[in-house]
């Protein structure tokens, strides 16, 4: 029997044990006056559902109704603070909506101490994030080296009011990049009182030691509101060796009574026979005090001999963080009718990470291989650095140093039954991010001397070299000369000019009142990535990196309607035209939505939109100068020809280092789609509500890298004649021409590694189509006792029921939602019991993370969750004592049997921070000013 995906919400959501809490008001607003509302004291009025006015993001009209026909959640102050959520990262990964794989503190890949925000899994730059209802300055390095994302790591938290999202398509009403969602981070407008408070963390298991102080002051003197905050954070970091669950390379969960193999600290080898040369038992003791007294005389088998670690884990798993954050919040009120307002926010942050040790080999070949004449044979080298030489844990660790700015000013007022708003939005962000890197002919030169010329026989550069060069520690000063600090200085800026209008009674009809917004915006985004021109010249052993600057412009205007056709049925039109001018390039776009409210009773509302959206190419992906990755790809073609009997996983070609180069496009096009969701809301009484929601967004022409496992797929069905079913290929076709021009192999006649792969190519492509589908389902329940207290529990559920991708027109569509190589979350979901006695309240919430793949594609692993803590006392209204256990049960990362790859667990979905402590103490002082 085939059910309804409305059906199917309702049956998951009575098996559901965990979801989010919450008495989240959904709606549609005005974000330009979404901080005037009150969405945490947002109740019912009576026992019918008849709600309290609010705004709410999603649109530009004032309405009257918490729900609107698209869902919006509102995640308030006292939502953040008792669900043990300390930064805007942990706000957002709260979602259950959160299903996709991000970039965590302790993945040390292009954006590192950034955080970015993820709605349905389709990535960072398909969610639109707003801070006060304006647009907010790109993070100025790309996401996967690919795109721009806005960076949330420097919003406030203990200045949120409260945060709202809109899942679902807003191009009609945001324009470009509203495709999988809207998150609105509010800041306290106007305060009462002046307040200070104090928060200090720690953890179990060692590091991640923090500490925020928190002070602001405001409210109103004559015809004048204002705030003013500040927030210091600093936070020590986590390193890899602190979690015992992936302290060593024995914590491998597929050992399974074999020995663990060591990283090769000290290594020498002959490429040509793949066999280590062997240093000897004496030669590895001597340099067993290294890396905290971990390097000893290991095998590897069918290689040999070499001095290894198991234990040099040194990376970072949450980074060393220094916030100074700043901001002010004004309005003047010049007529009873018109103010004049600003809003600005400052940051300063010095952050430190890194991923471990560097190391070397020699770059003289793209092997790595030099013919040493003492030997009269091919070698290659390696050492990894360890933290005795080069200073220290501390010498290990990259820096970014940032600062961010922005400034939202305007006045706004009202003529007649017209209100009006014209603002002026300025943000910029600009970051050094340095990374100590080995100066390849440096390196070259002091562990294997001069060069000797070429020898005739095999091509390669000749040395004469001392082994006892390689086999011994150098001194801090030895590593410091043949290294050195390669910067990035990148910069965004955005900036725009808004005029709304709106009108809530254009004029009557039976029904009601039409309601009416327009708006009209102009603005620009300019970025700049500025890389050391060594990177780009090979000069850095294992160190790459992309430039690219360019700027764009853009216009749009718009216009929305809301109209009651009857008295329990409104919809809501709206259309708007967004223009983008890049590089001599102009391109435009027109989106529409329609949505619709029917109210059959009192107490049920049935709700749906309908809209188009679209998403213009990013600066990044237009501008991006050539760039270079290491990639770990899979040689199909050498697995299918030289091992055609073992499986992809276990063939000697797996997982091969390949460097790749990547460009930006200036002929990209618009990624265009629709979007579309139906459900409904049900709240019997002021205590209960049920919402669920089927949501649907397809995307055309979506942007995305050409997929490097894709190409190597078909190079080897180009180079073999058929694919792995059997169809015949014809390597002239067009298909196979182009693949081929972009993958780079070795000859067949090279003496290392002959035949294998050593270089791939991309660029981004339109693709032909995504899709994304699924169900929201939450309910919530107040129950006031007479002598025992106010309990209230909240459950929310997000299932993905659908997501495909197709890269051409022609192309089979793939089922990424149940692709053993696709690591987001099928389903999210998460929970709360709250407690309220007198002044005392606590709080459980809890949050369930669905299956993922198995490391080995052979099925999946099973779900886990986990549970935060919180409780508090109020003193009396002026002072308050908070404290937190985040992750009470100190759950490791879910892990994976089959996942033989450090650290063993999906580092994009889990963290291994473990069990978190946190005491907050605040106080109020008096009223300041007064009218």
């Known amino acids: 029997m085939r059910h309804s995906p409305l059906y199917l919400a309702l049956a998951v959501l009575g098996c559901v044990c965990l979801s989010t809490p919450v008495a989240f008001a959904a709606a549609e607003a005005q974000a330009e006056t979404a901080a005037t509302a009150d969405a945490s004291k947002s109740k019912a009025k009576d026992s019918e559902t008849q709600l309290e006015a609010v705004t709410v993001t999603g649109s530009r009209i004032p309405r009257a109704n918490i729900e609107g026909p698209s869902p919006v959640m509102v995640i308030t102050a006292s939502d953040i603070r008792d669900k043990g959520l300390t930064s805007a990262y ?224 040194y990376g970072t798993v949450q980074a060393e963080r220094k916030n100074a954050i700043g901001y002010a919040s004004m309005t003047y009120h010049l007529t009873p009718d018109i103010n004049l307002y600003g809003d600005f926010q400052f940051a300063r942050t010095r952050a430190k990470f890194g991923g471990g040790p560097n190391y070397w080999s020699y770059t003289g070949s793209p092997d790595n291989t030099f013919f040493n004449a003492q030997t009269g044979a091919l070698e290659s080298w390696q050492r990894i650095f360890t933290p005795e030489e080069v200073g220290g844990l501390d010498a290990i660790l990259d820096y970014n140093r940032d600062r961010t700015a922005s400034m939202n000013v305007g006045i706004e007022g009202s003529l007649g039954d017209w209100h009006y708003d014209a603002g002026y939005a300025h943000s910029a962000f600009h970051i050094v991010q340095a990374h100590r890197a080995i100066v390849a002919a440096d390196a070259d030169r002091f562990f294997l001397g001069q060069s000797q010329g070429v020898d005739d026989d095999t091509g390669y550069t000749i040395f004469s070299p001392d082994p006892t060069r390689l086999y011994r520690p150098l001194t801090q000063a030895e590593y410091n000369s043949i290294s050195r600090f390669t910067p990035i200085n990148a910069d965004t800026r955005a900036e725009s000019f808004t005029l709304t209008v709106d009108n809530g009674e254009l004029f009557e009809m039976p029904a009601g009142p039409v309601g009416v917004a327009a708006v009209a915006e102009y603005g620009t985004q300019v970025y700049s990535m500025r890389i050391d021109p060594d990177v780009l010249a090979n000069r850095y052993f294992g160190w790459t990196g992309t430039g690219g600057a360019g700027a764009r412009s853009h216009y749009a205007v718009g216009a929305e309607f809301r109209v009651p056709l009857h008295e329990t049925l409104n919809i809501t039109p709206a259309a708007r035209y967004d223009s983008y001018s890049f590089g001599g390039n102009t391109t435009g776009k027109e989106t529409a939505s329609l949505g619709a409210e029917w109210r059959p009773l009192d107490s049920l509302l049935v709700r749906g939109s309908a809209a188009t959206s679209f998403r213009a190419p990013d600066l990044h992906y237009l501008y991006a100068g050539p760039s270079g990755a290491y990639y770990t790809l899979t040689d199909y073609y050498l697995c299918r020809t030289r091992e055609p009997d073992v499986p992809t996983s276990e063939c000697e070609f797996d997982a091969i280092s390949v460097k790749g180069t990547r460009t930006g496009s200036t002929n990209l096009g618009n990624e265009t789609g629709r979007s579309f969701t139906y459900g409904f809301v049900w709240s019997p009484s002021s205590n209960f509500d049920l919402s669920v929601d089927y949501y649907r967004i397809e995307l055309d022409n979506a942007i995305t890298d050409r997929d490097l496992d894709e190409m190597l797929q078909t190079e080897a069905d180009c180079r073999i004649g058929q694919t792995l079913g059997g169809v015949a290929m014809d390597i002239n076709s067009p298909t196979c021409r182009e693949v081929l021009t972009l993958i780079h192999r070795n000859p067949d006649s090279a003496l290392v590694n002959p035949g294998q792969i050593n270089g791939a190519n991309t660029y981004p492509i339109n693709a032909s189509a995504m899709l994304n589908s699924g169900i929201d389902a939450s309910v919530n329940y107040r129950w006031e006792t007479a002598n025992a207290g106010t309990f209230k529990f909240g459950l929310n559920y997000t299932g993905v029921l659908k997501y495909t991708y197709q890269q051409f027109e022609g192309d089979p569509t793939q089922n990424i939602r149940d692709d053993l190589g696709y690591n987001n979350l099928r389903s999210r979901a998460s929970g709360s019991v709250e407690w309220t006695y007198g002044a005392f309240s606590t709080t459980l919430f809890g949050q369930r993370y669905g299956s993922l793949p198995k490391r080995n594609q052979s099925g999946r692993y099973g779900p886990s969750a986990t549970y935060n803590l919180s409780a508090s006392y109020a003193f009396n209204e002026n002072a308050k004592l908070s404290v937190a256990i985040d992750n009470v049960r100190n759950t490791p990362p879910h892990r994976d049997s089959t996942n033989d790859r450090y650290p063993y667990y999906d580092m994009f979905q889990f963290d291994p921070i473990g069990r978190q402590y946190f005491v907050e103490f605040s106080y109020r002082f008096g009223v300041v000013g007064g009218k």
């Open 90 to 313: 942990d706000i957002v990964r709260s979602l259950t909506q959160s299903t996709g794989s991000v970039q965590t503190q302790q993945f040390q890949g292009f954006t590192p101490g950034a955080a970015q925000v993820d709605l349905r899994g389709l990535g960072p730059n398909y969610t639109l994030v707003l801070l006060n209802g304006r647009r907010m300055a790109d993070f100025p390095l790309a996401f996967n080296a690919q795109s721009n994302f806005t960076d949330i790591a420097n919003i406030p938290v203990s200045l949120i009011e409260r945060v709202e999202v809109l899942s679902g398509g807003a191009s009609a009403v945001y324009g470009s990049d509203a495709v999988s969602g809207v998150v609105n981070f509010i800041l306290k407008e106007k305060a009462e009182y002046s307040e200070v408070n104090y928060r200090v963390g720690d953890t179990e298991d060692g590091g991640g030691f923090s500490q925020r102080l928190q002070a602001s002051t405001g409210g109103s003197v004559g015809d004048f509101d204002f705030l003013v905050g500040v927030e210091l954070l600093k936070q020590n970091p986590i390193f890899q060796y602190q979690r015992d669950y992936q302290d060593s390379l024995w914590d491998d969960p597929t050992l399974n009574g074999r020995n663990a193999i060591a990283s090769r600290t000290f290594l020498r080898w002959n490429p040509a026979a793949r066999t280590y040369i062997d240093p000897g038992q004496a030669t590895c003791d001597a340099l067993s005090d290294l890396n905290f007294g971990s390097v000893h005389y290991a095998f590897r088998p069918g290689r040999g001999y070499y001095c290894g670690s198991t234990e040099a884990l």
